[in-house]
Each structure stands twice: as C-alpha cells, then as structure tokens.
C-alpha cells in the first residue's frame, strides 16, 4: 500500500538518521526485522489493536522479545509509533531503512537466475561486473530456473539484465512478429 509507504518514510528515516549517526547501522536492520516481524504475527496484531491491552504493555511485550537487541533509542521509537497508533507500520520502516542503509553503505543485492547452478568462479565474474557496473558492492543471491533454458536472469534494483536463452527467443519471436 503506497499511503503505509508514504506514512512509514518519516520514521524510517528518523531512525536512519539515529542509527547512522551512532554507527549502528547493523543492529538497527537486526531489531527492526525483528519487529517487523512481531508486527506481522496475526497473534500481534490482535494484541496490539486490543481496547483491553495498553500501549506500554505492547511496549514492554516488544522489549521483552527484543532482549538485548533493545535500546533506549529503540524503545522512545517504539514510543513514539504507539504514541501515533504506528506500530502496525514496523515492517514498512525496516524496508525503507534497510534500502537508505544499502545507499549509505553503497551496497546492492542482485538476484541471479540461472538455468543450472552457477560455479564460485562464475558468482565471482558476476558480482565483479556488476560492481564496476553499478559503482557498488554487490550481494548475489543466486537460483535455478530450469525453464530459462540456458545464460541467466539478473535483476539489482531498477536494472534488469536478461540474457537467458528463453529471454532471447521470446526477442527474436517479436522481431519476426
């Protein structure tokens, strides 16, 4: 939903702003996955729309399942989404902030779909090219597709590269078309 996307952005780049400036980047992505996480339980979510359970309650349940994770930045964040009625927002937050923190650490992840598993040299080559390519690192995850017939389907961020051998009959079906 673009409006939760529209609303989430603020507070993500709230606690962005936090978590760059403590450099803790790393921990923020941890404990907003995990809340998250919780928010996404449909057993959650009834305690959190509840009349019958308190704000500070919820609070605590998330603090309590965050452990050691939790901080004093974390729980005025939690504060402040309950305070709004936003905690419903968590998995929305952690998906904004987890692509500031990949611009931040100039780091991309590309999806690689290949016909047949690919060799380490082969994930090597590809994350080379796509690195001097795209200026970033680059995080491969990697999956076969056998219908792709042969080559690979890669996809980082807005690029998409097709150069499966099913991806080139479909272009050379068209052109004869």
């Known amino acids: 939903m673009a409006e939760a996307i529209t609303i989430a952005r603020p507070y993500a780049n709230a606690v962005f702003s936090i978590a760059n400036e403590k450099s803790e980047l790393k921990a923020w992505s941890d404990l ?3 809340f998250a996480q919780c928010v996404a339980d449909p057993k959650m979510q009834s305690i959190i729309s509840s009349p019958a359970v308190s704000d500070e309650q919820v609070i605590t349940l998330m603090a309590d399942i965050a452990g050691e994770l939790m901080s004093d930045d974390a729980l005025n964040t939690l504060k402040v989404l309950a305070d709004n009625n936003r905690l419903q927002l ?14 931040a650490e100039q780091v991309i992840t590309a ?8 060799t380490a040299e082969q994930i090597k080559n590809i994350s080379a090219a796509l ?7 680059v995080t491969l995850n990697t999956s076969v597709d056998k219908s792709l017939l042969g080559g690979a389907i890669i996809r980082a961020g807005d690029l998409i590269i097709d150069g499966s051998a099913l991806g080139k009959l479909n272009r050379l079906a068209n052109a004869i078309n």
Do not use: S
């Not at 998995?91 to 987890?98: L, M, N, R, S, T």
């Not at 690195?131 to 690192?137: A, Q």
């Open 131 to 137: 690195k001097k390519r795209l200026g970033r690192d």
């Open 32 to 34: 907003l996955a995990l």
């Open 90 to 103: 968590l998995g929305d937050i952690a998906v904004i902030y987890e692509e500031l923190r990949a611009e």
């Open 111 to 118: 999806d690689v779909t290949t016909a047949q598993k690919l």
